[in-house]
């Protein structure tokens, strides 16, 4: 009986190491920031950019579509009731990392 612990114990420190550096480094680094940029966004184009109304739709759009579109609203180069103004709040890194988000859920 005894024989097998320290084999056991072993596998479940593994697990454990395994655990923490899976969690560390997909969960925080890459996904928390956009997920939460991402949240404002849900107000109109709907909870993972599916939209419940007549706002457009954003989860079909490629990352590099999305966020080419937001920086052609922020710089005044698409036609825009609100997306100017509210593309101009965000940076070149925060609107590629929008981009990365939304067109990640809808593969
Ligand atoms: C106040 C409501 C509102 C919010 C908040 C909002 N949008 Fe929009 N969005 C619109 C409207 C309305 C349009 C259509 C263009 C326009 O009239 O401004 C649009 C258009 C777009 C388009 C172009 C879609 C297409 O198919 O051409 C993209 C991309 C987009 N929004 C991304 C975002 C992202 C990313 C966020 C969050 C950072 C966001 N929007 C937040 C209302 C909103």
New binding site residues.
Partial sequence: MDRNRPGKLRFAGAFALVCVAAFSNTAFADTAKPAV??A??????GAG?VSPGS????DK?DAG??SS??KG?RAGE???????R??K??TDAE?DA??QY?SSLSR
């Fill in positions: 940029l991402a404002t966004c849900a107000n109109c184009h950019g706002m457009p739709s954003i759009l579509a999305l579109k937001l609203f698409l036609e825009a009731t609100v997306m100017t509210i593309a709040g965000y609107i929008l981009g939304f």
